[in-house]
T-cell receptor
Framework: RKEVEQDPGPFNVPEGATVAFNCTYS??????FFWYRQDCRKEPKLLMS???SGNEDGRFTAQLNRASQYISLLIRDSKLSDSATYLCVVYNFNKFYFGSGTKLNVKP | GAGVSQSPSNKVTEKGKDVELRCDPI?????LYWYRQSLGQGLEFLIYFQGNSAPDKSGLPSDRFSAERTGGSVSTLTIQRTQQEDSAVYLC??????????FGSGTRLTVV
């Protein structure tokens, strides 16, 4: 079983829509959680950390559910520039485990 | 430097040749990771260095792959006798703390 699993998508949404991604992780002892964004042919970049109490950064909200072992990312009022692949990342005993990413296409 | 620097940015090599990929982490970052990413795929962990500890090589796909990190700074990933399936983007990342993880822009390796 993979450490981190994500729906690969693509999610095709119109501008202004709200979209949510989930990601599940297998190790209940996982320590830290992140969402990274990767644009086509570019390196991944940190979008936001995910805290136990949930956290928000502008249009982006991240949630952690330890009981069910998943994290989520909610994007409100989608912009064309949000089109990218969103990688779920779990940190566990000195290793970062990356999901294979969820592709988002925001259409005009 | 300001970011993680990788060189070369692109490398085309003939099957069977050896290649060396270089990573210059952010100054002071004690942790350094190598990943590879095939087209349209997720990141595959290769190797992890932390300070002076023995590296975690558990992700290296075969004994043709090796990496070293000199002086706790620059790292070199070496692939011997390259095969076509080695073609991928090789990404290096460094961090000091867990949430300071920064990637370089990668080396795109093409084996022909």
């Amino acid at each position: 079983r993979k450490e981190v699993e994500q729906d690969p998508g693509p999610f095709n949404v119109p501008e202004g829509a709200t979209v949510a991604f989930n990601c599940t992780y297998s190790n209940s002892a996982s320590q830290s959680f992140f969402w990274y964004r990767q644009d086509c042919r570019k390196e991944p970049k940190l979008l936001m950390s995910v805290y136990s109490s949930g956290n928000e950064d502008g249009r982006f909200t991240a949630q952690l559910n330890r009981a069910s072992q998943y994290i989520s990312l909610l994007i409100r009022d989608s912009k064309l520039s949000d089109s990218a692949t969103y990688l779920c990342v779990v940190y566990n005993f000195n290793k970062f485990y990356f999901g294979s990413g969820t592709k988002l296409n925001v259409k005009p | 430097g300001a970011g993680v620097s990788q060189s070369p940015s692109n490398k085309v090599t003939e099957k069977g040749k050896d290649v060396e990929l270089r990573c210059d982490p952010i100054s002071g970052h004690t942790a350094l990771y190598w990943y590879r990413q095939s087209l349209g795929q997720g990141l595959e962990f290769l190797i992890y260095f932390q300070g002076n500890s023995a590296p975690d090589k558990s992700g290296l796909p075969s004994d043709r792959f090796s990496a070293e990190r000199t002086g706790g700074s620059v790292s070199t990933l070496t692939i011997q006798r390259t095969q076509q399936e080695d073609s991928a983007v090789y990404l290096c990342a460094s961090s000091l703390f867990v949430d300071g993880y920064t990637f370089g822009s990668g080396t795109r390796l093409t084996v022909v």
